[in-house]
């Protein structure tokens, strides 16, 4: 046969890459996403950046009462984890429903199956650009030590939109099979959020002697890593080669059984939704 | 064996291809039980999922120039059987091979959305369909000229009425370039003056098309757009032929 089958590996990777060369497609379609949420608003998308800066305000002045921190160190810390946590809460909580949501689709036009994911992370990549602007206004009140190590922000975003792609994609295939996952899924993000380190401040806790055995935990914790690439460039902060080892292997074995699930399954996610 | 000199750049082959749906029921289609069928061992014959059959054994050739009619009951597998030549079902078992974009028109309104302009509805189907940006930009004249829409299309799609929308859905769809493209039918609630003119452009797009699969329960239409056709029946392909012949025996076994 001229064809590989079904299941090959060549065919998974062809679902890719066709899916990444109808950029114009999906790039198109998660901005129609994101203009249609706020349609017929007067300030539209700028509703994102607007909630975001109330929340982290709001948060910012609440926890940096009840853990006795300074504003000034809670709230740059609370804007940015919570910047963070949007990208990653919403490829995950959005990628178990991904095919789900766009069964019409799947079922009228053969395109890759990824041309949904990457509308997706697209998607979630321009709420991130919209919540960067408050970054960018804290940071002419709360002015952050920024150096040149900074720029390490830039590949650990990448990373992040990297694992968004698999993390979805992966999800994605699954809960069309198995519809109680989803559910389950939207809840341990919701657990998630608690322990990670995003309204607490990681650093405090190591350095409190009651609760640094437990706090080490949190390293076990994926997400904590995620966290650390990214937020500690935005801050200023020192950063540790081991945050991006865990994240270096996390991508790689992710896409690894991605793929290979990709390969298995792709073909059955018409039938499934 | 060679791939692209011995075939035309577009053609579909399949063969002895099945379509075989699993039916997930709610407890199926949970975790709870997969889990436990794995524990439990041998009860596997409860766990397994019902399938329907959707289609079996279809052997076809297609080649460019070939318009195909398909005709069929309702349930005989008609839009499966398109799905399938589109790509969009891939065969649970045997083969099928398709060469050349495709451009499925199952609905005629899928991925518009009602809260954009008709403009940008214009333009969103049309990636859709294969096109690009730049391609549907320089059709947009010759579709608004086609819908007669006017003022109208600067208008978000929810303004529209259902003709409006599907004048305008027809404009788009026939403006494309397609190499393999399949119709369903539904084309039909367009006023008539419309119709005729819509008529003008369907036949235009399908002289353009490299191959075409439609399927309708309008004999005026397949005898207009169609010189085979294909006559389905319980999930397989009861006759094969020149489209009068195939039309006559299927009239002829409903008489």
Redesign the interface.
């Known amino acids: 046969m001229a064809q590989p089958g079904a299941r090959s590996w060549r065919r998974a990777a062809d679902d890719l890459t066709g899916g990444w060369e109808q950029r114009q497609l999906w790039g198109h379609l998660a901005w129609q996403d994101i203009r249609q949420r706020y349609r017929r608003s007067v300030l539209g998308p700028i509703w994102i950046t607007i909630s975001m800066a109330v929340t982290a305000v709001a948060l910012g002045v609440l926890y940096a009462g009840l853990f006795h921190n300074d504003l000034s160190v809670q709230l740059p810390y609370i804007l940015v984890g919570f910047i963070i946590w949007a990208f990653i809460s919403g490829c995950i909580s959005e990628g178990s429903e991904v095919f789900i949501v766009n069964e019409g689709l799947i079922k009228q036009l053969p395109a890759p199956l990824s041309v949904h994911v990457f509308r997706l992370v697209w998607r979630q990549v321009l709420f991130l650009a919209h919540n960067l602007i408050v970054y960018v206004l804290m940071l002419v009140i709360f002015p952050q030590p920024l150096g040149w190590s900074s720029l390490t922000v830039i590949p650990a975003l990448l990373l992040l939109a990297i694992n968004g792609g698999w993390t979805a994609l992966l999800l994605g295939i699954v809960t069309t099979r198995f519809r109680d996952l989803a559910p389950i899924i939207q809840s341990i993000v919701q657990l998630l959020f608690f322990l990670t380190p995003i309204v607490w401040i990681y650093g405090d806790l190591q350095n409190n002697p009651a609760v640094a055995g437990r706090a080490r935990l949190v390293e076990f914790n994926p997400l904590l890593h995620f966290m650390e690439i990214v937020r500690a460039p935005l801050l200023g902060e020192p950063q540790h080669l081991r945050h991006w080892i865990v994240v270096l292997v996390i991508t790689f074995v992710g896409w690894a059984v991605t793929i290979a699930v990709l390969r298995r399954f792709r073909s059955r996610v018409a039938y499934w939704v | 064996?060679s791939?692209s000199e011995d075939r035309p750049l577009v053609s579909i082959v399949t063969s002895d291809a099945c379509v075989d749906?699993?039916i997930?029921d709610a407890r199926s289609?949970?975790?709870?039980k997969?889990v436990m069928g794995m524990v439990g061992g041998n009860i596997a014959t409860e766990t397994k999922v019902p399938v329907i059959e959707a289609l079996r054994d279809i052997s076809l050739t297609l080649k460019h120039g070939d318009r195909v009619g398909l005709v069929g009951h309702n349930g005989a597998g008609k839009s499966t059987l398109l799905?399938l030549l589109?790509?969009?079902?891939?065969?649970?078992r045997g083969?099928a091979?398709i060469r050349g974009r495709?451009a499925?028109v199952?609905?005629l309104g899928?991925?518009m959305?009602p809260?954009?302009s008709g403009l940008?509805n214009i333009?969103?189907r049309g990636?859709?369909l294969g096109m690009?940006?730049k391609q549907m930009e320089s059709r947009i004249d010759d579709i608004a000229d086609f819908t007669e829409l006017g003022d109208f299309l600067e208008m978000p799609l929810r303004t529209y009425s259902t003709g409006m929308r599907i004048r305008l859905a027809l404009g788009v769809v026939t403006s494309i370039d397609p190499e393999i493209l399949i119709l369903d039918e539904g084309i039909g609630a367009v006023d008539a003056a419309f119709l005729n003119k819509s008529k003008k452009r369907l036949a235009e797009l399908v002289e353009r098309a490299g191959l075409l699969v439609f399927a309708s329960h309008s004999d005026e239409f397949l005898r207009d757009l169609c010189d085979t056709a294909l006559w389905m029946e319980h999930g397989r392909i009861r006759k094969a032929g020149e489209i009068e012949e195939v039309l006559a025996a299927y009239k002829g076994a409903q008489g």
């Open positions: 064996m791939t749906f699993p997930f289609r949970s975790l709870k997969t799905r589109a790509g969009i079902y891939e065969p649970t083969a091979e495709v499925p199952f609905d899928v991925g959305d809260e954009i940008e333009i969103v990636l859709f690009t940006r």
